[in-house]
């Protein structure tokens, strides 16, 4: 990066409050379809969902739960829209820095772009806005390839980091693992 590049301001956190906008405004009132109602359910009981139980997302929705807002569904959708909004400042993030050599317009451009597109998608909208486990596991799979991407630690340090949060993925959706084994990768 050129030395005047690395004091401009990164789009992601603006990014991540136009996405969280986005998705609380989709965000289901009440119970939805699909896993939503069992997932909900197992999460305000702090009880077992379907295989493979989800414990991360259980004990995230039922601190969601805990919010003096709406509905308890309502208040388990805003985890879900919270976790899109990071996996979309993430994208972000990732862009601006895959598009370093890029000049400033165009890099901001592509930055907001990405995650625009992810945030349009009709799979990523429908799992960010009800109390769905897909959220978390593309939260914290952008989260492991931006610890590894992202920051100014040495490089065993940052595949330290990648590792653990790999980990996390355990406690997460099935999907996330082998995500997060092609960011180790």
């Known amino acids: 990066m050129r030395p005047h590049e690395e004091s401009e301001a990164s789009i992601a956190p603006w990014v991540a409050l136009g996405a969280g906008g986005w998705f609380v405004l989709g965000a289901g009132s009440t119970v939805t379809d699909r896993d939503a109602g069992e997932l909900s359910t197992a999460a305000f009981h702090l009880d077992v969902a379907h295989p493979t139980g989800f414990p991360l997302d259980m004990a995230l929705f039922r601190l969601g739960a805990l919010l003096p807002?709406?509905?308890?569904?309502?208040?388990?959708?805003?985890?879900?829209?919270?976790?899109?909004?990071?996996?979309?400042?993430?994208?972000?993030?990732?862009?601006?820095?895959l598009a370093g050599g890029v000049a400033a317009p165009w890099r901001r451009l592509l930055a907001l772009l990405a995650p625009v597109a992810l945030a349009c998608s009709a799979t990523v909208l429908r799992a960010s806005t009800a109390a769905e486990v897909y959220a978390s596991a593309l939260g914290?799979?952008?989260?492991?390839?931006?610890?590894r991407e992202?920051?100014?630690a040495s490089d065993a340090q940052r595949t330290r980091l990648t590792g653990l949060i790999a980990g996390v993925t355990l406690a997460l959706h099935t999907s996330a693992r082998?995500?997060?084994a092609l960011v180790l990768v």
Do not use: H, I, K
């Open 150 to 152: 992202l920051g100014d």
């Open 178 to 180: 082998p995500a997060a």
């Open 69 to 97: 807002a709406g509905d308890v569904a309502f208040r388990m959708d805003l985890v879900v829209a919270l976790w899109s909004a990071l996996a979309c400042a993430l994208v972000a993030a990732l862009t601006e820095r």
């Open 140 to 147: 914290v799979s952008l989260v492991a390839l931006a610890a």
